[in-house]
């Protein structure tokens, strides 16, 4: 039977020219990844314990619903060449962790890469995409991340497009990790191929710095947040950018984690969690659980937020929202807490790309203070605030 199939996948291969699935990831993807945290320790038990977790812990109830295992889950190719999981790592099988996974209300999602082996040495896809696609799909996977290491002579847009039409053929529709690296621009064409494309290396827990590995370096939260710059036209319902999956709770601080996640909303990205949801302590499960932050990352308009103002140490951010709102974020980027005055009679915000005007000498705002939850005034007054070292100041503005 098997080998009937390898014969049917074959032609598949030579004769299909899918598309990507539409109507998905409308908002960016909320969900969990192993990698940040765990890197190749992964098993079924650890990630049976982080469904449960995610429901348990209320991660569900406010977005989150991906699962995804990262690397080094595999096991060999049989004879055929289709893919298995490591049966000591996973001795029941993907198909019964992923009816685990769904009997929770939640989605499992798998990774590969576009070539020879994956980042940890395992079996990657080059060759076989046809193949592990339709594994996936029997498996009943819902998402795919696929990783760029060890795909020396591939052109990325076509490496992509084959996949994308692996997964078409396969039928079951996944959203579609594009895991590129940004090296050669992804958001040129990922909005046809893929629904969010990295556009970044490595994320690394750490709030101003870059590590050097000799061949690649990973970067903090400050470098990867300059690295958006320009991009934002690119993304929206559908396709986004993907500045990496989150570090809260993975060592920094309470501020640090705070404004990581705060940017990372702003910038209308994949809210990816990669720490331990087991073992959460309540700071991190409070920054990572905020339904009112969440919501301006979620929200149904779909347009990335840009910097307004800088002076080299506070940073203002403005996003437009559905409804006439705005989003505020005022960044402290330093190791000292900042006062910051914002008179907002005075200013005029205007995003050509959404083609949104906040005119605020003509229209009031009531302000909301989306970390202390709680209203802070009208935009009447100036605004008058301090922002604690590496952290900010989140608003939702809000037509009177």
Not at 120 to 142: C, H, I, L, M, N
Not at 186 to 212: M, S, Y
């Amino acid at each position: 039977m098997k080998q009937i199939l390898l014969i049917l996948f074959c032609a598949a291969a030579v004769t299909a020219r899918g598309q990507k699935f539409e109507q998905m990831a409308l908002t960016p993807p909320m969900g969990w990844n192993s990698w940040n945290k765990f890197a190749c320790s992964v098993d079924e038990q650890l990630i049976r314990e982080t469904a449960d977790a995610m429901v348990s812990s209320g991660l569900k109830d406010a977005g989150y619903s991906y699962v995804n295992i990262d690397d080094c889950w595999h096991g060999e190719r049989d004879a055929q060449g289709f893919i298995h999981p490591d049966p000591k790592r996973f001795p029941s099988g993907m198909k019964a962790l992923v009816d685990y996974v769904h009997e929770k209300g939640l989605k499992l999602g798998i990774y590969s890469d576009a070539g020879w082996k994956t980042c940890g040495g395992k079996p990657g896809s080059r060759g076989r995409e046809f193949q592990d696609a339709q594994t996936y799909a029997q498996w009943g996977v819902d998402y795919l991340k696929y990783d760029w290491c060890n795909a020396e002579a591939l052109n990325a847009e076509g490496a992509y497009l084959t996949m994308r039409d692996a997964l078409h053929a396969a039928g079951r529709p996944m959203v579609f990790s594009i895991c590129e690296w940004g090296n050669q621009k992804p958001w040129l064409w990922g909005a046809k191929i893929g629904h969010l494309w990295r556009t970044t290396g490595d994320i690394k827990a750490c709030f101003d710095c870059v590590e050097d590995h000799g061949t690649w370096k990973s970067s903090g939260i400050m470098q990867i947040l300059d690295m958006q710059k320009g991009l934002r036209e690119y993304a929206g319902p559908g396709h986004w950018n993907d500045p990496d999956m989150l570090e809260v709770g993975n060592g920094m601080s309470v501020n640090e984690d705070r404004a990581h996640f705060s940017m990372w909303c702003m910038l209308a990205a994949p809210l990816i969690a990669g720490n331990d949801l087991r073992k959460m302590p309540g700071a991190v499960l409070e920054i990572l659980a905020n339904k009112e932050v969440i919501g301006v990352d979620q929200d149904q308009l779909g347009i990335q937020g840009f910097q307004f103002a800088t002076d080299g140490v506070l940073e203002t951010w403005f996003k437009p929202l559905a409804d006439g709102d705005w989003a505020m974020c005022v960044l402290n980027r330093s190791p000292r807490s900042q006062k910051v005055v914002f008179d907002w009679k005075t200013k005029a915000v205007a995003d050509s790309f959404s083609k949104r005007e906040a005119n605020f000498g003509g229209v009031n705002y009531r302000v909301r203070d989306l970390w202390l939850k709680k209203d802070r005034g009208t935009t009447k007054e100036a605004l008058d605030a301090e922002v604690p070292a590496c952290d900010v100041l989140m608003l939702r503005l809000k037509k009177m």
